[in-house]
């Protein structure tokens, strides 16, 4: 790192509250190292309030761009000159890029999900998929299914609120021309979503159900039978790293079962190549990270 810094070098961050537990540092600096990039990439404690003067200093300190995490992911999609198509839809955004002065916001958690199965030999185009859930990184998977060729998308969540939220971001979607097709339903109606699974070819997990220490040993499949011997599932979930619904997949015989740890690299790499043009170098950053989660590095105060 010390060997790359230059009058010329190139700053980017990432930025939300709270922010020290971040690992998409190491993961962006090893990609600038790899490639010789006279890049720096730090992690910016930032509150909602703090939005637009950051942005200001984005623009002031020529900053490449940025990635963006709770719980400012909208308040930056407020205030960009340009947005993706997927953030324009969500309305959040995780990935600013600024070029000379003009800031565009994008959103690639949901590219996470669809480049992960991609790494896994798996397409979503023409699929059916069953999507657990109406948050942040459920719209996000929605909104990428749905324009990355799914045929169609069925949601299911538990509170009405999310369920109209995601309705409205689907009919948007549909009026501005996406060919998807989209059902939105209550997990009440337990009965139908297990229908669906077994007529379906993916399942998305993108509930915190299964998430540790709260949730950890829970599944919104209740009745195992509906995952089938053709079925695909995904859960975002990484912390445990096998989930109640992988375990019983995996007891069913689904034809794959794919943890939520591939996300978090995968919409790195769609970040990354929006800064760069350049591809992220996966292999080595899935080393790097299952290093760095046995041996951290110290922190200053450590040394
Ligand atoms: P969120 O708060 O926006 O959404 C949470 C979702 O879970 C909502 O749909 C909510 O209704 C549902 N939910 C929570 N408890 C439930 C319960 N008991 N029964 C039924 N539904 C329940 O959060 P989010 O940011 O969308 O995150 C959701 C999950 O995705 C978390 O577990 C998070 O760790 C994971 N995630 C993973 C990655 C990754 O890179 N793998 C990225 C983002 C989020």
Redesign the pocket.
């Known amino acids: 790192m010390d060997t790359r810094i230059s009058g010329k070098t190139r700053l980017l961050g990432v930025f939300g509250t709270p922010i020290k537990h971040s690992g998409s540092p190491i993961m962006y600096n090893y990609c600038f190292d790899y490639y010789g990039l006279d890049c720096a990439y730090l992690a910016f404690e930032t509150d909602v309030p703090d939005v637009k003067d950051t942005l200001a200093a984005m623009r002031r300190l020529d900053m490449r761009g940025g990635n963006v995490t ?1 719980p400012c992911k909208q308040e930056v999609a407020r205030n960009m000159d340009k947005l993706s198509p997927a953030a324009k839809f969500i309305g959040a955004v995780n990935t600013i890029v600024n070029d000379n002065g003009v800031l565009t916001g994008h959103i690639t ?1 949901g590219e ?1 999900v669809v480049r992960d199965l991609l790494d896994h030999g798996i397409s979503i185009k023409g699929e059916d998929i069953v999507l ?7 719209t996000a998977i929605m909104v990428q299914c749905a324009l990355d060729g799914a045929k169609s998308v069925t949601v299911f ?3 009405e609120e ?1 369920l109209l939220k995601a309705e409205r971001i689907g009919t948007s979607m549909m009026e501005d021309g996406v060919d998807c097709k989209m059902e939105y339903h209550l ?1 009440e109606e337990n009965q139908l979503m297990h229908d669906i699974i077994r007529k379906s070819g993916v399942l998305i997990n ?4 299964g ?1 540790k220490p709260m ?1 950890e040993g829970v599944s ?1 499949v209740t009745d195992v039978t509906a995952l089938h011997k053709d079925l695909i599932v995904y859960d ?4 445990p790293l096998v989930t109640k619904l992988m375990e019983d997949a995996q007891n069913q015989g689904c034809k794959a079962v794919i943890g ?2 591939g ?2 690299l995968w ?1 790195g790499a769609a970040a990354f190549e929006l800064y760069t043009g350049l591809e992220m170098p996966a292999e080595g950053l899935k080393k790097l990270l299952e290093e760095r989660e046995v041996n951290p590095l110290p922190v200053l105060k450590d040394v």
């Open positions: 709770m958690d996470g657990l859930g109406a948050g942040g990184a459920a969540n538990r509170g999310g997990l993108a509930t915190s159900v998430m949730n919104l975002v979930i990484y912390n939520g740890k996300m978090l919409q």
